[in-house]
């Protein structure tokens, strides 16, 4: 029973936390995701088995970056969790497509959705992150997605063939939608709190292009 206590009390901390993080922005999406979070976050936490995998390091490095610039309270609310956090990576994406580099670089954990450790109907919220210097090659979905970064410099594109926009943490980004986009990761790991508010169980699709061995060779803004 104590365990479950201390679990409950941990997972509620950290969503609070991340609800706090995202008021300090009023851009688009921003309301859409704390409204599913205010909807679903006094569901009942649920036991998972938690689950570490490989990619989670570089979320230990974007933790100690976090706390180096300012964000010790946020990123100690994700340390107190991470015992409790199921990270997986997304795997619907054909290796050959996404890139093994990616692939093998990257992790999520679902806190509210309907594998999250509080359930919810057509809703996530979560954290994901990916290494150094990686492209998160272009694709789509119909989830409508935020991504609010607590690292950076980070480089994104919303249409095929354009130039990076390099971006500093704490800028999110909201796409509608099936709208297109890819983003990179600059000298330090990503790490983001995301949350998708509707269509969460279609599967997003790569969007092919020739220009992604260029931008992954791209040098990034420097970054402390």
């Given at each position: 029973?104590?365990?479950v ?5 941990i997972?509620r901390?950290l ?24 909807r679903?976050?006094?569901g ?11 990619a989670?390091?570089?979320v230990?490095?974007a933790l ?9 309270a ?8 991470m015992?409790?956090?199921?990270w997986?990576?997304y ?12 692939a ?6 679902i ?9 919810a109907?057509?809703f996530?919220?979560?954290l994901f ?6 492209l998160?090659?272009d694709?789509?979905h119909?989830a409508?997605e935020?991504?609010?970064?607590f690292?950076?410099?980070?480089g994104?594109r919303f249409?095929?063939?354009e130039?990076l926009d390099?971006r500093?943490?704490h800028?999110?980004?909201?796409n509608e939608?099936?709208?297109?986009h890819?983003?990179?990761?600059g ?12 269509n969460?169980?279609?599967?997003a699709?790569m969007?092919?292009c ?10 990034a803004?420097f970054?402390?």
């Amino acid at each position: 029973m104590a365990v479950v206590q201390n679990l409950e009390q941990i997972i509620r901390t950290l969503i609070a936390a991340l609800d706090d993080y995202l008021g300090r922005f009023n851009g688009p999406g921003v309301a859409d995701v704390r409204a599913g979070v205010a909807r679903f976050r006094d569901g009942p936490v649920r036991e998972k088995a938690p689950n570490r995998i490989k990619a989670v390091d570089h979320v230990d490095t974007a933790l100690s970056w976090m706390t180096a610039h300012g964000e010790e309270a946020l990123a100690g609310a994700i340390r107190a969790a991470m015992p409790y956090l199921d990270w997986r990576a997304y795997d619907p994406y054909p290796r050959e497509i996404i890139g093994e580099t990616y692939a093998t670089n990257h992790c999520a954990t679902i806190l509210i959705g309907e594998y999250g450790l509080i359930q919810a109907e057509d809703f996530d919220l979560g954290l994901f992150g990916f290494g150094p210097n990686i492209l998160y090659r272009d694709h789509k979905h119909a989830a409508p997605e935020l991504y609010a970064p607590f690292t950076g410099p980070n480089g994104w594109r919303f249409k095929a063939g354009e130039a990076l926009d390099w971006r500093p943490a704490h800028q999110p980004v909201w796409n509608e939608a099936w709208a297109p986009h890819a983003f990179r990761s600059g000298n330090q790991p990503f790490l983001c709190v995301y949350g998708w508010t509707g269509n969460v169980s279609v599967p997003a699709e790569m969007i092919l292009c020739d220009d992604w061995s260029a931008l992954e060779a791209e040098t990034a803004p420097f970054s402390a």
